[in-house]
């Protein structure tokens, strides 16, 4: 009888703790593996400079799921900042609305470049949007048609290249970087190649054509990774002719390892992304809930404090791990976009 | 088939002179079955010495931290320049005191302050985590400054890793993050005998942290030790009530035969499961908060439930009927044989259960993921209600890292892990062996 006794008091117990578990005194944080590294970064020196505040818990998971954790509602049961590698979209937003999370705060962190790297014993490679599309694309324009793609080494679609075989290991579905990829590189490389006029003749249904252009090949050339840079890393140690995509801060902490290629014959480097000459960049962002400001304790500091110079200015620690620094406008810009309250 | 039917075969068409009994071919079967046994044994050996091998060869540096010891000057001029320490009290939580621990360096290495090059080469080799620690020195004690005292400060993770050979040094100096200037200072310090490797206590007591020099599973062991805490204190008097009913109790119907199916159905239901299960009950609905590790525990005790009664069953049926029958027989309730007589005897089997349990459950992260437990949290958990993470979870985060120098800490981390399940298993040896009654 003791035991059924002493587990029907453990349950009670339990139960009666949820109900006292309340008032957090924490900001809680979730979203995308990329901005992950420049979160921990800021909420320990926050945790630092604010005896008075703990310091944020950030999870991380992506920026879908993040996204997902940030719209389920407005509560001390919810999250107050959602990390995200792109723009919230509009089934996010949508869903945000109808559970009552309306007035949210967008805030640009600074941009992220995405770079393409072999092993470092290669030689130097030079690539272009066109011949990563004709590398890893599903269908290629061939003689005028679309065919499944031929392609088997780099050499075959541009002699410039190595001669090895065709391996590319490319962020998976989930990421916020694929997004970018296909847009920047595949989509802009279908174009440069000609074959966006070929699709038009070819197919008729709009979305299909979209579609057609960003479509990977699926005969192992072009390989999803759903991890994150490590295994892309891992995989390139094993393959030392296939190609990565990787962050500009994951790519900077393991130079020694890794061949970096220009793309449109741009290297990738913090002032080429800057200025927007290297083409594959994308903007960071985080998400507040301004309903939580003022209630969560430290929620505005620790945005305030993300946001000054000390944090992601031109000479400051996130930049020092690979972020690239927005220009001074467009940083005195969000500071006194978020000091004024202004909602999306 | 063909083992059982060469032999019939053999008899059908005897040899003359002797009876064949297909004597040489059983030997040689039962030699091949042997051999079978000994290669399934040998592949499982195999790969359990490459993984020992690859976590340890990779993680044993991680025990170790550089360190740099070198005289600081605590300077008034930098760290309270108007002299406004009495009257503002935050002066000294603000003040630069990495600037005070690059000047030392500087000093140390001759080399000038003022070049903003060389400057941040110095800077660069210290850990950002020296600004907390010479905080925490002048505040607890203000009378430091103005003095010069003999500090230890934390190597930053690059120079950690260079010293450890862990950075290729060969390589032009653009394509590593250590340059030249700073292998030439680290190695005529390690000369000098002020910068060098000391035991890394701090993995085992800092919580997480974004610089791998000053990063620990702290935090984590708190957390999963809170988990296991609370599985212990769940799991285990409702999976043996549970199995006592089941076993003793219960009529044998349709009914308790679906329990039964369900019961081991559950077992073998992927872990995330329960994650799912876990935000929706305890996060959504009990509103119990994100990232806690009494919500890991609650979610781990689910899964756990399922294995403690399958082993708690077990034992009990193995104590013989005969043990039941004479405690009846003698005039005990069903109750007093079951508490005085059966359960004793089943208590072996039942610790062993709960134990290999608990260690499931400790090396658990999946179910973990979506009541947000795998997340950064630096603070310490002062209740099981504060955000904390596990050990799995702070090894997957670390795995994840771009820095070199948590390589190391990964397998490092690998390691405590794989000490503690080896406390348990070997807590679970004892228990059984103090237990064990015969009969």
């Given at each position: 009888m003791n035991i059924l006794k002493l587990s029907a008091a453990a349950l009670v117990a339990s139960v009666a703790f949820a109900g006292a578990a309340a008032a957090r005194d924490q900001v809680q944080v979730a979203g995308s593996s990329t901005v992950l590294p420049y979160a921990k970064i800021v909420a320990e020196t926050f945790g630092e400079t604010f005896p008075n505040f703990k310091t944020p818990v950030v999870e991380s998971g992506g920026t879908g799921a993040g996204l997902k954790e940030f719209c389920k509602g407005v509560g001390e049961a919810t999250i107050d900042v959602a990390n995200a590698s792109r723009p919230i979209n509009k089934s996010e937003a949508d869903a945000c609305k109808a559970a009552g999370v309306t007035d949210i705060q967008e805030i640009r962190i600074g941009y992220d470049g995405i770079v393409f790297a072999t092993d470092a014993s290669n030689g130097d490679m030079k690539l272009e949007p066109k011949d990563l599309y004709k590398a890893l694309a599903a269908?290629?324009?061939?003689?005028?048609?679309?065919?499944?793609?031929?392609?088997?080494?780099?050499s075959d679609i541009n002699p410039t290249l190595p001669k090895g075989p065709i391996a590319a290991y490319i962020p998976g579905e989930k990421h916020g970087t694929r997004e970018v990829f296909e847009l920047n590189v595949l989509d802009a490389g279908c174009k440069d190649a000609g074959a966006k006029d070929v699709i038009a003749k070819e197919i008729a249904d709009k979305a299909a054509q979209g579609k057609a252009?960003?479509?990977?090949?699926?005969?192992?050339?072009?390989?999803?990774?759903?991890?994150?840079?490590?295994?892309t890393l891992a995989r390139i140690a094993a393959n030392k002719t296939g190609l990565g995509v990787f962050g500009l801060a994951f790519f900077e902490n393991n130079m020694d390892k890794l061949k970096v290629a220009t793309m449109r014959g741009i290297k990738p480097t913090s002032a080429t992304i800057a200025d927007g000459t290297y083409p594959v960049s994308r903007p960071l962002f985080f998400y507040v809930k301004k309903a939580h400001l003022g209630v969560v304790p430290g929620l505005k500091e620790y945005?305030?404090?993300?946001?000054?110079?000390?944090?992601?200015?031109?000479?400051?620690?996130?930049?020092?791990?690979?972020?690239?620094?927005?220009?001074?406008?467009?940083?005195?810009q969000a500071r006194k976009d978020f000091a004024a309250g202004k909602t999306m | 088939m063909t083992d059982l039917t060469s032999p019939i075969a053999g008899i059908s068409k005897p040899k003359a002179g002797r009876r064949d009994i297909g004597i040489k071919g059983r030997y040689a079967a039962e030699r091949r079955f042997r051999a079978y046994g000994i290669a399934a044994l040998s592949f499982g050996i195999i790969f359990l010495m490459m993984l020992l091998w690859s976590v340890f060869s990779k993680g044993y540096t991680a025990f170790q931290q550089t360190m740099i010891t070198i005289p600081v000057e605590f300077s008034q001029q930098v760290i309270d320049p108007q002299n406004e320490r009495t009257t503002n009290p935050q002066k000294l939580m603000t003040a630069n005191y990495p600037i005070v621990a690059r000047n030392a360096l500087a000093k140390v290495l001759g080399a000038d302050v003022n070049d903003r090059v060389a400057a941040r080469s110095v800077g660069q080799m210290l850990s950002d985590g020296v600004r907390a620690q010479l905080r925490d020195m002048v505040v607890a004690n203000p009378a430091l400054i103005g003095t010069t005292q003999t500090v230890s400060l934390l190597a930053s993770g690059d120079i950690d890793s260079a010293f450890k050979g862990q950075i290729d040094l060969k390589v032009s100096q653009e394509n590593r993050k250590v340059n030249d200037q700073q292998v030439k200072w680290m190695n005529q310090m390690a000369e000098a005998g002020t910068l060098g490797k000391h035991f890394n206590g701090g993995i085992f007591v800092n919580g997480a942290s974004s610089r791998p020099e000053a990063a620990g599973v702290g935090v984590a062991l708190i957390g999963s030790f809170y988990m296991m805490l609370i599985v212990l204190a769940l799991a285990l008097p409702i999976g043996v009530a549970a199995s006592i009913y089941l076993e003793e109790f219960a009529p044998k119907n349709k009914f308790t035969d679906l329990i039964e199916v369900n019961i081991n159905n559950l077992a073998a239901v992927p872990s995330i499961v329960y994650g799912l299960l876990g935000l929706a009950v305890f996060v959504n609905f009990m509103g119990l908060p994100r990232s806690?590790?009494?919500?890991?525990?609650?979610?781990?005790?689910?899964?756990?439930l399922p294995t403690i009664i399958i082993a708690t069953r077990a034992a009990l049926k193995a104590v013989p009927p005969s043990i039941r029958a004479a405690a009846l027989g003698l005039g005990a309730s069903k109750?007093?044989?079951?508490?005085?007589?059966?359960?004793?005897?089943?208590?072996?089997?039942?610790?062993?259960?709960?134990?290999i349990g608990l260690a499931h459950a400790l090396g658990e992260t999946a179910p973990l993921l979506l009541i947000g437990m795998v997340a950064f949290v630096a603070n310490?958990?002062?209740?099981?209600?504060?955000?904390?993470?596990?050990?799995?979870?702070?090894?997957?985060?670390?795995?994840?890292e771009a820095e070199r120098a948590f390589v190391e800490r990964t397998s490092g981390a690998i390691i405590i892990l794989l000490l503690f399940l080896i406390l348990m298993n070997v807590g679970?040896?004892?228990?059984?062996?103090?237990?064990?009654?015969?009969w």
């Open positions: 269908k290629v324009v061939v003689d005028g048609k679309l065919v499944d793609n031929p392609y088997k080494n780099w252009c960003i479509a990977v090949r699926k005969d192992g050339a072009a390989v999803d990774i759903d991890g994150d840079y490590t295994e945005v305030e404090f993300f946001q000054s110079d000390d944090m992601v200015g031109p000479d400051s620690p996130l930049v020092e791990y690979g972020l690239v620094a927005a220009p001074d406008a467009q940083r005195e | 806690a590790s009494m919500v890991g525990g609650f979610v781990l005790t689910l899964m756990t109750m007093q044989t079951i508490f005085h007589h059966v359960l004793p005897l089943a208590m072996p089997g039942i610790l062993t259960g709960t134990i310490y958990p002062t209740t099981p209600l504060d955000p904390s993470t596990a050990l799995p979870v702070q090894i997957y985060m670390w795995a994840n679970a040896i004892l228990l059984r062996r103090r237990f064990e009654r015969r």
